[in-house]
Each structure stands twice: as structure tokens, then as C-alpha cells.
């Protein structure tokens, strides 16, 4: 039988302060950059055009730029995607945008009439155009809001009947953290953030609340066998019991992700990397922060459960302050 | 549940997947001589989105930079038949044109990857016009000059043509010369557009009148739905477009009828000069008579029921064709007498939706409203192949490794896993296919993905066995703990997994919907394999041997 981390007996929770402190770094570098320069939106979400292009010869790109600008297409971005002779050219700055509320097609087609006049006829071919009004737009980020939203609140409402309201809290402040490292991440790598993307981060908070669950789970059953410890021992032990199961999963559902980030093109790239980077942010926060908040949680509002819940109340305070302790020698 | 049973529905389910995704006979619409026509295909049924086989995907929203529009909602149901009508110009596979919200109408175009033929659905504006059917017999007088005029011509078919796109931007062309006769100089281009394309079989003796058979009033004939093609080339033939009746025009009929198990499309020649045109109708609405059945009543302005009340007592008795658009609606009603301000046409035994559409058609004529395009997607369809391509290599590189993995750390009970996981491939393909959904590029990815999640429950199950058999407990009871135990943590994160993909299902548009199906359906297979086949699997191994298993490998 071949085992990895099997029977271990870390002490997880213990470095939650110095986690906490490089998770909130993270997140306050990705979102304290959004005030130099904003996400990288798609334009689903900005309104504007998108050409994709696919050229004979590799191009030159001051030339499709200069191109552009003489046909009155200014600001445009032009970046390679994927090979060195595919491109797209997207207009989205807001003259592109009114331009488009006269009709959202006439960009496109005046970017392929100008190329294919200065390229040749033969020498590009445009494999996919979107245009998207600045309404349509609007509408989608509401959509989109609204979704992670309202899965959130389902959570709580499901794991609250299935579990109870603290564990249910704690699990959706833990997947909303989800939410803040990804979107810091996608600032800092400038992902750009399509439809796509919000569904590769509403799997990811799937993901990482799936992997909350299990830990949480244990929990559970391990309160119920009632030993003599406290919530802080039984959340250790639970995560540490749960480690094997968490190193596999991972695994595989790393090697899908990375067949996908490598292999399914250049489409799907940001959906990988946003589930690539889920995978590491999940199963941190179901560690590190969805065990603390409920230890902080079951210390404000403890449970009425009897005898035991003296000593499971009083102890994460005192051992929080070691850990606090250890973090900082 | 015995073992017997466990089987037989496992194998129940395996022959049902194959059935669903064994490629069948379909009734679809398809290219056949130039013209799609609905007609069957054998192909496995799984739907690709637009992303997937290339297409166009439109959002139209009514323009109000000329004017407010006071009921937007009621302005697009109008302009929901003037879209279809012409989406149907387009000739397209499988389209989809439908109301979105109050005030859009979405419209998907599988296989057209030209943004320019976007303008065409919304720019035009409707055109209603009325106009008498021919009562002098003038095409039977016609045919004589035509079927000459065409002996020895050459004409080119659809399929003998290399080259299918140009031949299709030809054949299309053609269609627009005939529809819109009005722009001459259009329709000129186009004619010689065909007239170029021509090359191939040769119009033999009688090669136009054995095309048309004569219909149920004056001025209506039929043409077999397969020959349309043909006569729509014909009919873009300058010679053919000179040789004519004078005064007349043909129209194609917007419905195609079926007798004696073959479908034929009307073709109506009609006087020239339009009795009246929509401009002067003030409105229509459909209504229920107790004695006449369903019918539409409609409103003229003033100057319009001056004009209607002579034409149409000019005309008693004769048949007044209904034009949108170039394509004559429905049937044409008989006219029972003069008609002023208020008129009505009865719609002849026909059910009380006919009579709403062509409410719909008359108030389309008459309530032109604009739209704009408010969201365009194309893809091509080269590099939907080409997603394709590249999911199913990133697919298979993920099973590859995913299978690496249980097997090396698993063993045998890895190997059963490994068998459950083909299992869910095949069910959740089949799933997809008998709920018709549709797979998207984004859905391929999710489905990719949710190949190495598949095996979580598994990995749960096993270590919960693991830790059983380290409490010392025998196999059998290992196994049976194992799988209750872990029960609780299976159902509770695919639960609330499931809830957030049917969040994404309600909120989520085209691809990102075909994510969340895709996730729906994996969830679903893979509570079924991993929990119920893999058990089973366990069971058989057991029974095995009458003398109970002392060591697992897993």
C-alpha cells in the first residue's frame, strides 16, 4: 500500500497569523494595483469589438496598428494570440464603445475591410468577431454579480441545514477570500476576465468549498465521537485525517488542469489558469481561514452543547495567543 | 439490493448511453442542391454550440436613436416575424430566432460567418404590400418561350460546382435578386453573378414547365421543394427575368406545403403594381367570430381606405396575396367586396395562432420599427474545429494522467475506479445528449476538468477504506464502512456544487450555460459511478471467492 502524508499530526492552524498575513498581502498588492490600472475586462463585460485574425505570413504589428489608426480606429489592442501569426485587435476605448451604440457591428467589419486592403485579400482570414453594446455589457457584469451572489447565498443556506450556521459562515467567508485572491491574481497575471473566467472562478469556489466541506465534514464526525479536546485539536486533527484525500484530488484535478492550461488552446488558457491558481487558493483558505474564522466564530457565539463546550470555548483564545507568539520569535 | 440487481442496472445504463449516443436519423435542415431543405442525416446526436461548428450569434434591440418607441415589447413581437422571414432568405441550418427579456430578440446562425450578412436581417425595414394573383393564365402562356428559351442553356447545380463556398454566396445572391427586385442594380450584379456560375447540366426539353404544377386558385403554382434551387436559378437568368409576363411578378411562398408525401413550396405571379402597401394600415388584430371562426381584422387610415375600397372593388372575387417582404404569407384570401377603413380576412378553419401571425405580419408592415444590432458574435468555422482539436487531446492527456495516478497509488482498487471512470465519460456524454444539451467550447473544458474532480469521490471512499483496514478491521466490513462514512462528505460538496452550476445555468448566456449543464450532468454520473458502480465492483470481487478476501489492494 503506498501512502503519502499518512497518520501525520501537524499543527496547521497554529501558523494562521502569518498566513493571514501573506494572504492579505496578496490581495491588498492585487486589488491596491487596481487603482493604477483597472481589470483587464473582456469586452462582454466593456462593450467594443473583437477581431481575431489569422494571417499567412507573420505580420507586423506597427503596420496593423498604423493601419488602424489611418482608418480612424485609434487606441485599438493588438496582441498575439497564440502562434506569431494570430492576432486580435480589440477597440474598446469608450469612442469605440459610443461608435458601437449605433450598431454593434460596423467596427469589425471596417477593421477586416482595411487589413484585408492593406495585407491582401488572401493573406488574412478573420476566424471570430464579437461586438458588444455597451448595454449587453451591463447587463452580463450584473449577471455575473448576481451569480457569485446568489451562490453564496445558497451555500450558506444549504450548509446551515446540513451543518450549522457556523460552519456555514465560515465556509462562505472562506470561499469569499476565494473570490479576492482570484481577482487579485487575475489583476496581477492581467488575465483578461471574460464569461468564461467568471465561470472558471465560480468552479473554483465549488471547488474550494467542496474541500471546505470535507474538512468540515470530519469535523463533524469527530465532534460527535465526542473526545476530550478542544475545537482547535479536533480542526488539526480533522485536517491532518483529511490530508491524503486532499493531496490526490488535488492531483488529479491539477493534471486536468494542466492538460487544459497546455493542450486546449488559447481560448480556454485564462479558464485554466484562473482553475489552476483555484486549486492552491482553495486549499489554502480551507485551511487557513475557513478553521480560524470558525474557531473565532465558536468563540464569540459557542455552541450549547453541554459540558464539553466550556473547554472547546476557552482554549482556541489562549492557544491563538501562542501561536501568535510562535509566529512572531 | 442484491448483486444480480446492481448489475442489471449497471448494464441498463450502459445500454441505454449507447442507445442514446448511437448516431441516428435526424430530421434537420441541410444544404441539398444549393437550398436547405429539412431532410434526415445520420449523425450521433450531441449538439455543438456555435463556438464549436462556427456561426453567428445576434442581439437585436429596437433602434431609438430616431424616436422613442412607446412598447418595445410589442415593437419586437412584430419584429420577430420580420426576422424570421428573412432569416429564412438565409438558408440556414437550425436557426434560432427568439425573444430574449422584453426587448431583444437573439438570433443564431450556425455556418454563417460573414458579419456583413447581419446588416441584411435588420437593416431593411419591412415591406407589406397587397397584391391581386394572376387570373389571365400568363405564365401557362409564358411557358412555351421559356422551356425554349432554356433548351440548351447550361445551368449550374449546387453539388457539381467545386468550390461550395463561392457556390453558396452565388446561389444566395440569386435568392436576394429575386427578393429584392426593387434595388435593379443589385439584382443585376447578382444575375451575372449566376450567370457566371453556370456550368454543368443542360436544361433539357420542357426544363421549365416540368418544374411547375398548377395550384389551387389562379396564379399559384407549386414547385417541389428539391427543385427550388434549380428555379431559383432559373428565375435569376436575365433571359428568363426578360421572357416574363409583362406586369407580373413571381413570389415565393414564405410556408411550403406537403401532398401526396412530397414538399412543395407556392410560387405566385402576381400583378406588378401593389393594390396598396403597409404604409397606409393603422393596425390588425387577430379575433374569434362565432360564425366565420378565427380570423384578423385590420385598419386602414383615410387615405388608405380610399385607395383599398376602389382596388378592392376593382377586384371581387379575385385573390389578394399577402407580401412581406417579397415572400407572400399564407394563403391567399378570396375578396368578398369592396373594404374601406375596416376590413377582416377570414382565415378558413385555420387555428387562432395563423390568425396571430399574420396580425403580426400586417402590424410588421405597418409599425416598421428599427433595430440595431446590440451584440454580434462570429466564429468560424475552422477554428471551432480547431477547439474541438485541442479539447479532445487536452481530454485525453487528463484521463491518461488521471489514470496514472489511481493506478499507481491505488492499485486494484485504483484499476476499479479507472473502470468506473469510462463509465462516466459514457454516461455523462450520454446524459448530455438525452437532456439535448448543448456542448460548448467552455463546456468541453468543463468537462475536461471534471474528469480529475470525477475520481474525488472515489479517493474519499478509498481512504476512508484505508483507515477502516487500519483499525483492523476485516475487508468486507472495511469496505462497508468505508462507503458509508464517506457518504455524508460526498453528497454534501456535490450538492452545493450542483447548486452553484444551476446558479451559473440561470444567470450564465450561451457558452458559460453550456458549462453549467456540463457540470450538472458530470455531478450526476459521478455520484453514480463512483458510489453505486464502484461498490458493485467491490461486491463481485468479494463474491468471488467463497472464502472471504483477507488482504485489499488499495
Sequence with gaps: MLRILHDTNYDFIRWWKVMAAITIAFIVLGLGSLAIKPLNLSIEFTGGTLVQLEFTQPPDVGVIRSTLDQAGIHGAEIQQFGTNREFTVRAQDPAAVAAQSKGAEGIAVTIERVLKQKFGESNLRVARTEGVGPRVGDELKRGAIIAILLSFLITLVYLSIRFEWRFATAAVIATSHDVFTTIAFLKLMHLEISLTVVAGLLTVLGYSLNDTIIIFDRVRENLRKGRKETLYETLNRSINETLPRSILTHATVLAATLSLLFFAGEVIRPFAWVMAFGIITGTFSSIYVAAPVLLWIERKWPRQTGARQTSSTATPTSRTRRSTATATR | MSLKWRIAII?????????????????????????????????????????????????????????????????????????????????????????????????????????????????????????????????????????????????????????????????????????????????????????????????????????????????????????????????????????????????????????????????????????????????????????????????????????????????????????????????????????????????????????????????????????????????????????????????????????????????????????????????????????????????????????????????LIFERIREELAHGKTVRTAIDEGFRHAMSAIVDSNVSTALTAAVLYQYGTGPVRGFAVTLLAGIAASMITSIFVVRTFYMIWLNRSRDAQTSLSI
Design chain 2, 11 to 459: 448494464f441498463g445504463l450502459i445500454a441505454a448511453s449507447f442507445w442514446t449516443l448511437f448516431p441516428r436519423t435526424v430530421i434537420e435542415r441541410v444544404k441539398r442542391n444549393g437550398e436547405f431543405v429539412y431532410d434526415t442525416v445520420r449523425r450521433v446526436p450531441l449538439k455543438r454550440g456555435l463556438d464549436l461548428q462556427g456561426g453567428m450569434h445576434l442581439a437585436l434591440e429596437v433602434d431609438e436613436s430616431k424616436g422613442l418607441v412607446a412598447d418595445k415589447s410589442k415593437a419586437i413581437d412584430n419584429a420577430l416575424k420580420v426576422v424570421r422571414n428573412r432569416i429564412d432568405e438565409f438558408g440556414v441550418s437550425e436557426p434560432v430566432v427568439q425573444k430574449a427579456g422584453n426587448d431583444r430578440i437573439i438570433v443564431e446562425l450556425p455556418g454563417i460567418d460573414d458579419p456583413r450578412r447581419a446588416q441584411d436581417v435588420v437593416q431593411k425595414s419591412a415591406f407589406l404590400e397587397f397584391q391581386i394573383t394572376d387570373e389571365t393564365q400568363a405564365l401557362e402562356k409564358a411557358l412555351p418561350r421559356l422551356d425554349a428559351l432554356l433548351k440548351g442553356k447550361t445551368l449550374a447545380t449546387a453539388d457539381s460546382t467545386p468550390g461550395a463556398k463561392k457556390d453558396t454566396t452565388a446561389s444566395s445572391a440569386g435568392l436576394q435578386s429575386l427578393f429584392t427586385a426593387d434595388t435593379s442594380k443589385k439584382a443585376d450584379s447578382a444575375k451575372t453573378d449566376s450567370a457566371k456560375a453556370a456550368a454543368g447540366t443542360v436544361g433539357g426539353p420542357g426544363a421549365f414547365s416540368k418544374l411547375v404544377q398548377q395550384g389551387r386558385m389562379p396564379g399559384e403554382y407549386y414547385v417541389a421543394q428539391t427543385d427550388v434551387g434549380t428555379m431559383t436559378q432559373y428565375l435569376a437568368l436575365p433571359e428568363v427575368a426578360a421572357a416574363m409576363p409583362p406586369g407580373k411578378v413571381l413570389r415565393w411562398s414564405s410556408d411550403t406545403v406537403s401532398l401526396g408525401g412530397r414538399i412543395y413550396r407556392g410560387l405566385y405571379v402576381l400583378d406588378a403594381k401593389p393594390i396598396i402597401t403597409g404604409e397606409y394600415l393603422t393596425d390588425a388584430k387577430p379575433n374569434t367570430s362565432p360564425t366565420e371562426g378565427n380570423l384578423v381584422q385590420f385598419t386602414m387610415n383615410n387615405e388608405g381606405a380610399r385607395r383599398f375600397r376602389t382596388e378592392t372593388g376593382r377586384h371581387i372575387k379575385d385573390y389578394m396575396a399577402i407580401v412581406l417582404d417579397q415572400r407572400v404569407m399564407g394563403q391567399p384570401p378570396i375578396i368578398q367586396g369592396a373594404i374601406g377603413t375596416n376590413g377582416q380576412i377570414t382565415m378558413g378553419g385555420k387555428d387562432l395562432q395563423a390568425a396571430q401571425d399574420l396580425a403580426l405580419v400586417l402590424r410588421a408592415g405597418s409599425l416598421p420599427v428599427p433595430l440595431k444590432v446590440a451584440d454580434v458574435r462570429v466564429i468560424g468555422a475552422s477554428l471551432g474545429q480547431d477547439s474541438i482539436h485541442k479539447s479532445i487531446t487536452a481530454g485525453v492527456i487528463a484521463i491518461a494522467l488521471v489514470v496514472f495516478i489511481m493506478l499507481f497509488y491505488y492499485r486494484f482498487s485504483g484499476a476499479l475506479a479507472v473502470a468506473a471512470l469510462v463509465l462516466y465519460i459514457l454516461y455523462t456524454l450520454a446524459a448530455l445528449a438525452g437532456f439535448q444539451a448543448v456542448l460548448t467550447l467552455p463546456g468541453l473544458a468543463g468537462f475536461v476538468l471534471s474528469i480529475g474532480i470525477a475520481v474525488d469521490a472515489n479517493v
